[in-house]
C-alpha cells in the first residue's frame, strides 16, 4: 500500500486561508468516506483534527474544515494563527482493510 | 476520557528484538482496536497494524509481516507491539492510537515511545 500524496509544505499568513491535498486511489481515498486528518506539532503525538472526510470532533476549532472529490481530500484552515504551524497528516481506511497515511505537510505561518 | 500510557525509550541493537506496552484506562478495554503506527526520525507516520483486545485478532501491514507481534493482556488493560530482527531503519517513535468500533479514526494516541537501533 503507498502512502497517500500531500504537498510538502505549505504556508500562509495569519488570516488568510489555506488547503492541503491528499491524493489516494479508488483503494482507499476514493473508495470509502473514512478519510482523517491529524495535527503534530514538534515533539507530540498527533491530534485528530477531522474525522469522516469533514467531521470535527469536539473542541476542534471550526476554523478547520475538509472535504473530498473523487480521490483527493482536503483539509482547509481559514483564518490562520501562529499556533496552527505544524505538520499535517490524512489518512484513509483501505480496501484491503488495512490503513494508510499521507506523507505529511509542514505549515508555516508566516 | 480514555487514555494511553506507553512503555520508555529503549535502546537495542541490530537484530534483537524490542517490546513496546500501552496501557488503556477510561473505557472498557476490550470493546474498541487499538493500532500501532510508527514515525522515524524527520518522517512521516507509518501505519504498522491493529489488534483487537477482545479475541486477541491482528492484522498487520505487508511491509512487517513476519516481524511484528500484536497481543494484550486483558487483565491489566495493555496492548504490546513486538518487533523483532532490529535494524537501523527501525529507530523510530512507536505510537499506540485508539480506534472504537465501527469508527475508521485513530484518538487519542499514546505519548510514544523511542526505539533507538543501535550498534
Known amino acids: 500500500q503507498s502512502a497517500l500524496t500531500q504537498p510538502a509544505s505549505v504556508s500562509g499568513s495569519p488570516g488568510q486561508s489555506i488547503t492541503i491535498s491528499c491524493t489516494g486511489t479508488?483503494?482507499?481515498?476514493?473508495?470509502?468516506?473514512?478519510v482523517s486528518w491529524y495535527q503534530q506539532h514538534p515533539g507530540k503525538a498527533p491530534k485528530l483534527m477531522i474525522y469522516?472526510?469533514?467531521k470535527r470532533p469536539s473542541g476542534v476549532s471550526n476554523r478547520f474544515s475538509g472535504s473530498k472529490s473523487g480521490n483527493t481530500a482536503s483539509l482547509t484552515i481559514s483564518g490562520l494563527q501562529a499556533e496552527d504551524e505544524a505538520d499535517y497528516y490524512c489518512?484513509?481506511?483501505?480496501?484491503?482493510?488495512?490503513?494508510?497515511f499521507g506523507g505529511g505537510t509542514k505549515l508555516t505561518v508566516l | 476520557q480514555v487514555q494511553l500510557v506507553q512503555s520508555g525509550a529503549e535502546v537495542k541493537k541490530p537484530g534483537a528484538s524490542v517490546k513496546v506496552s500501552c496501557k488503556a484506562s477510561?473505557?472498557?478495554?476490550?470493546?474498541?482496536?487499538m493500532h500501532w503506527v510508527r514515525q522515524a526520525p524527520g518522517q512521516g507516520l507509518e501505519w504498522m497494524g491493529i489488534?483487537?483486545?477482545?479475541?486477541?485478532?491482528?492484522s498487520y501491514a505487508q511491509k512487517f509481516q513476519g516481524r511484528v507481534t500484536m497481543t494484550r493482556d486483558t487483565s491489566t488493560s495493555t496492548v504490546y507491539m513486538e518487533l523483532s530482527s532490529l535494524r537501523s531503519e527501525d529507530t523510530a517513535v512507536y505510537y499506540c492510537?485508539?480506534?472504537?468500533?465501527?469508527?475508521?479514526?485513530?484518538?487519542?494516541w499514546g505519548q510514544g515511545t523511542l526505539v533507538t537501533v543501535s550498534s
Open positions: 492510537a485508539y480506534q472504537q468500533l465501527v469508527r475508521n479514526w485513530f484518538d487519542p
Open positions: 477510561g473505557y472498557t478495554f476490550t470493546s474498541y482496536y
Open positions: 489488534i483487537n483486545p477482545s479475541g486477541g485478532s491482528t
Open positions: 479508488s483503494s482507499d481515498v476514493g473508495g470509502y468516506n473514512y
Open positions: 469522516d472526510v469533514s
Open positions: 489518512s484513509s481506511y483501505t480496501s484491503s482493510s488495512t490503513w494508510v
